[in-house]
């Protein structure tokens, strides 16, 4: 079974701040990882995804991820916050046989950006 | 249009009723799934479905029942809707799992 933790129910960053949002993952084959980003009252938007091609990974809205599997971590990071940042960001991993259930994911982090 | 769309967005319903919410896809993706959302416990699969034919249940399918009726809709059902099943509920299709579309969700408050 696969099995996602992100570190960090909230986190709080100062504008133009770096931010790292953390992610590990339990899975018994080579995954496929995302990150997913939820603003409010809205749905959820792809980030970013792994799927065993490059470890780093380059998203949108200057977002990126390293795949470590040696320390079963897909990380997300971006240089400088900008207030529009301020979401919940979940982290999920999938079976890269099919993906055939789905994508298991973290319980969130919401993301707080400080003026 | 948007390519997952679900109906209603928003619904109010009594403890005991039943309700459906409806998902219908423009992806052409062969895979469906429902998944519900909580305050700080992130989305969790109801069901999923593979074709037509091929329903499985998920991490929480206790109290839900689906209905593939095309390729492209998926209906999840509440039988009796109890304050528990109160969430955001989101439906997802998938192409073998490289890519996953989302639907707006439907904020569902069973009351």
């Known amino acids: 079974a696969q099995s996602v933790t992100q570190l960090g129910s909230h986190v709080s960053v100062s504008e133009g701040a770096l931010v790292l949002l953390r992610c590990n993952y339990s899975?018994?084959?080579?995954?496929?990882l995302f990150w997913y980003v939820q603003y409010p009252n809205q749905g959820l938007q792809l980030l970013l995804k792994?799927?065993?091609?490059?470890?780093l990974v380059k998203g949108i809205n200057g977002f990126e991820a390293e795949f470590k599997k040696s320390e079963t971590s897909f990380h997300l990071t971006k240089p400088s916050a900008h207030m529009s940042d301020a979401a919940e960001y979940f982290c999920?991993?999938?079976?890269?046989?099919?993906?055939?259930?789905?994508?298991?994911f973290g319980k969130g982090t919401h993301l707080i950006i400080q003026p | 249009d948007a390519d997952v769309t679900q109906t209603p967005r928003n619904r109010i319903t009594k403890t005991g009723k039943r309700i459906m919410l409806e998902c219908s896809q423009t992806?052409?993706?062969?895979?469906m799934y429902w998944y519900r959302q909580d305050p700080g416990l992130g989305l969790r699969l109801i069901y999923y479905?593979?074709?037509?034919?091929?329903?499985n249940k998920g991490e929480i399918s206790d109290g839900y029942s689906v209905s593939r009726q095309a390729q492209a809709k998926f209906s999840l059902s509440l039988e009796s809707a109890i304050p528990n099943q109160t969430a955001l509920y989101f439906c997802?299709?998938?192409?073998?799992?490289?890519?996953?579309?989302f639907g707006s969700g439907t904020r569902l408050t069973v009351v």
């Open positions: 999920a991993v999938s079976d890269p046989g099919g993906g055939a259930d789905g994508l298991t």
């Open positions: 899975s018994s084959v080579p995954p496929y």
């Open positions: 997802a299709t998938s192409e073998r799992g490289l890519g996953y579309t």
């Open positions: 792994y799927t065993s091609a490059a470890t």
């Open positions: 992806k052409g993706h062969d895979r």
């Open positions: 479905s593979f074709d037509v034919k091929d329903i």
